[in-house]
């Protein structure tokens, strides 16, 4: 008999995960890359010249004549989905620990630890590829109230209109750069009652030039130090802004800053389960395959702020 039973699905915690999942309002990562299924891991995605889509053409036709056909440069970059995995274990010992009232408490509790640093390790991962993007010069001092945050965006806003053809629809700050905005004296006087009350993300939609933007919040954070030291956490995004272009339902085709490719199976909530019986546990685990990638150089920008 081997010491490993062969792992299965279990349907009870694999919903308890995606409520959790739900639950975790703080992750950004989907919102910054969005996620693309697709049917390979490995493949490739369609990058268009961006000089395309700002030509002109003499469209008349002759009749009887031909259309004038356009003719579009295309690159396909490719995507590797490489796998992840991350798992933890009950003990025997900690089962019996627990006695028998409720065990699914003690399943939960672990899950809940599985799902949570696995969105935190993927979290991680969007932002590493996302700090790829170099931030605009001569901007981002918003703890000085001689600068003005809205006037810094708006720039950025026309920029990526002016190079794409169309406004950015999303802004994610970093916590510590929200805290700049919403407490920088020309952003305060340009909504009234702020200096009382503060200032929300929508609010702050309202003055820019796309007030439609959708503004979101990272708050995620992680611990910097190696386990068994003292924790030291840090944000995983805290001075940066980004400026960018998304889709709610993304392709391989469509322009999004960033996406997420994902293939194979699992995910971060098909949890899994098997009985190690070498460390007289059972164990529980998930898989997923992912590559984020920055699909498109010009729909996004970047702030670094600081306070001087």
Not at 92 to 103: F, K, L, Q, V, Y
Not at 197 to 207: F, P, T, W
Not at 253 to 275: C, I, M, W
Not at 281 to 294: C, E, I, N, T
Request: aromatic share 8%.
């Amino acid at each position: 008999m081997g010491l490993r039973s062969e792992a299965s699905v279990n349907p009870t915690l694999t919903n308890y995960a995606s409520g959790v999942l739900n639950d975790l309002q703080s992750a950004t990562a989907d919102f910054l890359a969005p996620q693309v299924q697709v049917p390979a891991t490995i493949g490739q995605y369609k990058a268009y010249d961006d000089k395309n889509a700002f030509q002109t053409y003499d469209t008349s036709r002759g009749v009887g004549g031909p259309a004038r056909r356009i003719f579009m440069d295309v690159s396909e970059p490719t995507y590797n989905c490489l796998p992840q995995a991350l798992e933890i274990t009950i003990d025997d010992s900690e089962r019996d620990a627990a006695g028998t009232i409720n065990p699914l408490d003690l399943e939960q509790a672990k899950v809940k630890t599985l799902v949570q640093s696995s969105v935190l390790s993927h979290e991680k991962h969007v932002y590493s590829v996302a700090d790829d993007v170099s931030a605009v010069g001569g901007v981002g001092v918003w703890g000085s109230d001689a600068n003005d945050p809205v006037d810094e965006l708006d720039a950025q806003i026309e920029a990526i209109a002016k190079d794409t053809g169309q406004m950015p629809n999303a802004i994610l700050m970093g916590m510590t750069a929200w805290r700049r905005f919403r407490s920088n004296a020309k952003v305060v006087a340009k909504q009234p009652g702020a200096a009382l009350i503060g200032l929300n993300a929508g609010q702050a939609s309202a003055m820019l030039v796309n007030s439609a933007i959708d503004i979101r919040i990272s708050t995620m954070a992680f611990d910097t130090t190696k386990q068994g030291k003292t924790r030291s956490n840090s944000f995983v995004n805290g001075d940066d802004v980004y400026i960018f272009n998304r889709s709610a339902t993304p392709t391989i085709y469509d322009p999004s800053a960033f996406k997420t490719f994902v293939g194979g199976r699992g995910g971060v909530t098909a949890v899994r389960e098997y009985r190690d019986e070498s460390s007289r546990s059972d164990v529980y685990a998930v898989d997923w395959s992912r590559d984020v990638k920055l699909t498109s150089a010009i729909s996004v920008k970047r702030i670094t702020t600081s306070d001087s």
